[in-house]
Every structure is written in C-alpha cells, then in structure tokens.
C-alpha cells in the first residue's frame, strides 16, 4: 500500500509559479509511474502530467506543456510539479497518482488546492 500526499498549493497570480511536492510512504515509488492530474470545479479530472519510474522520458497535457515540469526524487519518495506562468484556468485540485504503467493509476493522493487569480 502506497499513501500519498500532497502539498505546495495556494494562491497565486496569473503569471506565477508554484512547486507542487507529492510524498510517499508506506512503500518505495521505485517501479510505479508517476502522475499529477487536476480537476476543475464543473469539470472532469484530467491529466497533467507523467513520468515514468526510471525517470527518463515525461508527458504533459497540451494545456501544460512548456509551463509545467514534472520530476521525481525516488531517494526521497517524492515527486513533483513545477508550475511556471500560471493562468487562471489552472485553477483546480491538483492530484498525483502512482501506477504500474503510465496512465494507470492504483493509489491517489487526497489532493492540493491551486488558485491562480487573474
């Protein structure tokens, strides 16, 4: 069983930046793909971003690419998401998930609230 927890959001003005942080226990991230997924008020949850457990390759959702890093410290059991020049649409709850292949996820976090005004 992997818990995870969120942490780093807050409110921000449009053109800001914030450092989302997700921290494991229970067992290593070592062999899982990570995600950051956000969900809007109204709106579905989405994807944001993926990397897989070597931490090579990463993946980003067209709304977020060139804006946000993802990354990962599996020393620290930690991953997470850079947010540069942030815009009000990325007003959502931020999630990370683990799973054993990217874009599926078994354990998610309970979720960190990102607020960007305009």
């Known amino acids: 069983q992997v818990q995870l927890v969120e942490s780093g959001g807050g409110l921000v003005q449009a053109g800001g930046s914030l450092r989302l942080s997700c921290a494991a226990s229970?067992?290593?991230?070592?062999?899982?793909?990570m995600s950051w997924l956000r969900q809007a008020p109204g709106k579905e949850r989405e994807f944001v971003a993926a990397?897989?457990?070597?931490?090579?390759?990463?993946y980003y959702a067209d709304s977020v690419k060139g804006r946000f890093s993802i990354s990962r410290d599996n020393a620290k059991n930690t991953v997470y998401l850079q947010m540069n020049s942030l815009k009000s649409e990325d007003t959502a709850v931020y999630y990370c998930a683990a799973g054993w292949a990217l874009y599926k996820y078994i354990y998610w976090g309970q979720g960190t609230q990102v607020t960007v005004s305009s």
């Open positions: 990397i897989p457990w070597s931490g090579g390759s990463t």
């Open positions: 229970g067992r290593t991230l070592s062999g899982y793909a």
